[in-house]
């Protein structure tokens, strides 16, 4: 078993990501409340990937994580806040807020647009 899964793994520079490895099983987990009849249910939709898969994409982001460490001039944008180790949505508001201070200081004008879908996810067909 464990020389199948070596071979799977070093399949994967070539470009071959296994098929399997990439369905993901859609599951609605309920939110709470209560809904009218004909309406339809609220729910958190989460992906479930194949564990094999996951553990490359962690291998990947180990191997990637690391040579981004060794090479400095290769990192992400410090605007990056994303899936970034030690960073959250918190410090990306934190700096969001550091901008309109800086430009209030100076007598500028702020301008921010957001856009927020409800039920993004609840929509698609």
Partial sequence: MATAIVECYNACPTGTFPREWKRAKLTLIPKGGTFLEGEMPKARPICLLDEMGKILERIIDNRLTRWMDEN????????????????????????????????????????????????????LP
């Fill in 72 to 123: 400095p001039a290769y990192q992400l944008s410090p605007n990056q806040y994303g899936f970034c180790e030690g960073l959250s949505t918190c410090d990306a508001l934190s700096r969001v807020q550091t901008i309109i201070d800086e430009a209030t200081e100076q007598d500028s004008v702020v301008v921010a647009i957001s856009i927020d879908i409800a039920n993004a996810f609840n929509l």
